[in-house]
């Protein structure tokens, strides 16, 4: 069973850069062809989507995050991180890591669902 688990800092101040780490367990980040987001839920809102580091270790950013956001991985420790930068209040969210597959189709990648979720950490922006 796979599993994911997120880990870091709970408290970022302003301007600071947030930085989370997934842990996966019961599979290969560099196995063919799942795909490793992060995903942030702000308090009363809904799910959004901020990025994704693939099998091969592509990566791909919402576009109103792109600016200040890198994923990257450590593979021998079956990890990848997130780091945000320059925060403020209105990234407090719950954070979330997720595996979904992707399967090739004739006009690309068809990416999901999402079946497998950490259980999300807690990340409150505030001085």
């Known amino acids: 069973q796979v599993q994911l688990q997120e880990s870091g800092p709970g408290l970022v101040k302003p301007s600071q850069t947030l930085s989370l780490t997934c842990t996966v367990s019961g599979g290969s980040i560099t196995t063919n062809y799942y795909y490793w987001s992060w995903i942030r839920q702000p308090p009363g809102k809904g799910l959004e989507w901020i990025g994704v580091?693939?099998?091969?270790?592509?990566?791909y950013y919402s576009p109103s995050l792109k600016s200040r956001t890198s994923i990257s991985r450590d593979t021998p420790k079956n990890q990848f991180t997130l780091q945000l930068s320059s925060v403020t209040p209105e990234d407090t969210a719950v954070y979330y890591c997720a595996r979904e597959r992707g399967t090739t189709t004739g006009w690309g990648t068809l990416l999901g669902p999402y079946d497998y979720w950490g259980q999300g950490t807690q990340v409150t922006v505030s001085s």
């Open positions: 580091i693939t099998y091969s270790g592509s990566t």
